[in-house]
């Protein structure tokens, strides 16, 4: 059970928009922690989705929660999605469940 | 360009201690803001973080497994090491490092990250 929810699954069709959301609690996202989400294909390591580096990727955050949205979806976007923060409670680092991308 | 190696046994029989070693490149553990954190996957299954070391030596573990573990770094050997003892089928996963940057914000909120990571390095727990 992981501190931070993720829905298992989201799809959507090339060239279109989805969003992944992350649910957490006033002891990790909700106190202001920083919310940072990576990508990871089949069998390598994950690694750091920085916004900016691709204007088809965004993080976004309100109150509890936090969201990772990506526009124009390419079949390379295909991949597990993690969303990780802080939690004052846990004092450590706590990741989501994770979301697998389907491009249709 | 930041790189870290896993290194260790794949294969653990149940009850013994894992020791598994991070051996890193293009950064200092004694840089401020720096760490090195030790994060695990079973197979199919999320992301879980084990253990953090930073450059002060400060520790911090995840709560539900801080009684088997112990994180120590060797930062003339540019390494971080960390061990699990009382190993069960359970832990079988994939144990990855990164390394970890963190600094506060003016309220108190944490910012921090883990990038790079190593490739990661499966370890089994079977008799």
């Known amino acids: 059970q992981s501190v931070l929810s993720q829905p298992p699954s989201v799809s959507g069709a090339p060239g279109q928009r989805v969003t992944i959301p992350c649910t957490g609690s006033s002891s990790n996202i909700g106190a202001g922690h920083d919310v940072h989400w990576y990508q990871q294909f089949p069998g390598t390591a994950p690694k750091l989705l920085i916004s900016g580096s691709s204007n088809r990727f965004s993080g976004s955050k309100s109150g509890t929660s936090a969201s990772l949205a990506i526009t124009g979806l390419q079949a390379e976007d295909e991949a597990d999605y993690y969303c990780q923060s802080y939690d004052s409670s846990l004092s450590g680092v706590v990741f989501g469940g994770g979301t697998k991308l389907t491009v249709l | 360009q930041i790189t870290l190696k896993e290194s260790g046994p794949t294969l653990v029989e149940p009850t013994q201690t894992l020791t598994l070693t991070c051996t890193f490149s293009?950064?200092?553990?004694?840089?401020?803001?720096?760490?090195v954190g030790w994060i695990r996957q079973p197979p199919g299954t999320a992301l879980e973080w084990l253990a953090l070391?930073?450059?002060?030596?400060?520790?911090s573990y995840s709560p539900s497994l801080k009684s088997r573990l112990t994180i120590t770094k060797d930062t003339s050997k540019n390494q971080v090491v960390l061990t699990m003892t009382n190993m069960d089928p359970v832990d079988t996963a994939t144990y990855y490092c990164?390394?970890?940057?963190?600094?506060?914000?003016?309220?108190?909120?944490?910012?921090?990250?883990?990038?790079?990571w190593g490739q990661g390095t499966l370890v089994t727990v079977s008799s």
């Open positions: 990164a390394h970890f940057i963190y600094y506060y914000g003016s309220s108190g909120s944490q910012y921090n990250w883990f990038d790079p």
């Open positions: 293009g950064f200092s553990l004694t840089t401020t803001g720096v760490g």
């Open positions: 070391i930073y450059w002060d030596d400060d520790k």
